[in-house]
């Protein structure tokens, strides 16, 4: 029997958050990733970003033996989610970032359309039994950091009276330097970069969703899609919105990409290729009825770019991030429906037939432990043990596809 042709494996890649990331180049090339997912951070928001700039990190890249698969992210600005301010100029360069991309060969752009926050967790050094650390989401912790913290008004409603009291327990619990701490742990941690936001920031940001609801974002978000994917479409750059995290509203605020019926419309709202998916299996793993083999299949030709982690859902509605292969999602099934569809597009001779993944988030784990803490979830030991697993659960179901043709 011979080895599957590489081809057949999806291209198996690394997040790194560029120059000033703490885990190296030679580290991820060495965990046997053969790609990057990677942005611009230092580039703000809204602004277009440089051809040079784009140029000099591939080549940083190439230089260390890497390809630049996937940008992740181009963020949304968040007056385009408002739909308020200059729309123009920052559609413009969105648009820009597309075309100069495309122009160095860099086609899948991936991006979120999360209110206010990016991914949200309210412990990012949670204890397993087997020592190592992760992050979790617990939700009478977050009650605590919305009642207590930031006083939203109305969000006691979000909550049962013993969430209330839990959360109102909890918070006496700490001293001030813990509670600055978690604080800050909610409000500054969008990827690759430190906003340096304050309570008054996000109550600020809060306040432009007043009366927006689910239905005014909805439109905001059409609105983006018509703009951006015509042009993405143009020069071949593949546009992959990442799902909310966690899939459901938080802070009051409406969320839209959580679940099937989301992804069904967003699809819809401009209906080509270009407008498609980065299928995160943690986040939307973390809504229950979210039925992932199933969201794979329905979705397939629209997915783009493939983050691979799992969570365990517990009682209490809290969540922690669960070893790859363990927790909620059945990975080997999300797996054989990602191969499937590379399969597919092989079979039409598409050129997009390797979908890209990156083991998403790790666990905090040996050597890492030591060292002062780093972005969360992506410290260099946890993931290379979930690239790890995921790339033998890969090679295991090629290899038993290759041991029943005989
Ligand atoms: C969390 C990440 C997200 C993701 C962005 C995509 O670790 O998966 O922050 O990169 O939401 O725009």
């Not at 087997?130 to 006691?156: M, Q, T, W, Y």
């Amino acid at each position: 029997m011979h080895a599957p042709s590489p081809s057949l494996y999806m291209e198996e890649s690394f997040r790194w958050f560029g120059p000033q990331d703490e885990v190296p180049l030679s580290f991820i090339r060495q965990a046997g990733a053969t790609a990057v997912f990677t942005s611009l951070h230092q580039i703000p928001y809204g602004e277009a970003w440089p051809r040079e700039a784009i140029v000099e990190r591939k080549e940083i890249l190439a230089a260390a033996g890497l390809r630049w698969t996937a940008v992740e992210s181009v963020p949304v600005h968040e007056d385009i989610k408002t739909g308020r301010g200059d729309l123009k100029r920052l559609f413009d360069n969105y648009r820009t970032c597309l075309r100069n991309l495309a122009a160095e060969g860099i086609f899948t752009v991936i991006y979120n359309f999360m209110p206010v926050l990016d991914w949200v967790r309210t412990d990012t050094r949670h204890v397993l039994p087997d020592g190592s650390e992760c992050l979790l989401f617990d939700p009478v912790h977050f009650a605590a950091f919305e009642i207590h913290a930031l006083n939203r008004k109305g969000a006691e409603a979000d909550y049962t009276p013993q969430q209330l009291e839990l959360a109102a327990r909890w918070w006496e619990s700490m001293d001030a330097a813990a509670k600055e701490e978690y604080i800050q742990s909610i409000i500054d941690v969008f990827p690759g970069t430190k906003l340096g936001l304050g309570l008054d920031d996000i109550r600020a940001m809060l306040a432009k969703y007043d009366g927006l609801g689910d239905e005014g974002l909805r439109a905001n978000y059409d609105r983006f899609l018509q703009e951006v994917v015509p042009t993405a479409d143009e020069v071949g750059v593949r546009l992959a919105v990442h799902p909310d995290d966690p899939p459901y509203s938080l802070l009051g605020l409406p969320r839209i990409v959580s679940q099937a019926s989301d992804v069904e419309r967003l699809l819809k709202a401009v209906d080509t290729r270009a407008n498609g998916l980065c299928f995160c299996t943690g986040s939307y793993s973390a809504r229950p009825s979210n039925d992932l083999p199933a969201m794979v299949k329905r979705f397939a030709d629209r997915i783009h770019a493939v983050h691979l982690r799992s969570t365990q859902r517990l009682p209490d509605g809290s969540f922690y991030e669960a070893n790859h292969l363990e927790g909620s999602v059945d990975m080997p099934r999300v797996m054989r429906a990602l191969l499937d569809e590379q399969d597919r597009r092989a079979a039409e001779g598409r050129e997009d037939c390797q979908l890209p993944f990156r083991p998403d988030h790790g666990h905090t784990m040996m050597d890492d432990l030591a060292k002062p803490p780093g972005t969360p979830g992506y410290s260099c030991i946890g993931r290379m043990r979930g690239l790890s697993e995921l790339r033998g659960v890969m090679r295991g179901l090629r290899f038993a596809e290759q041991a029943a043709k005989g």
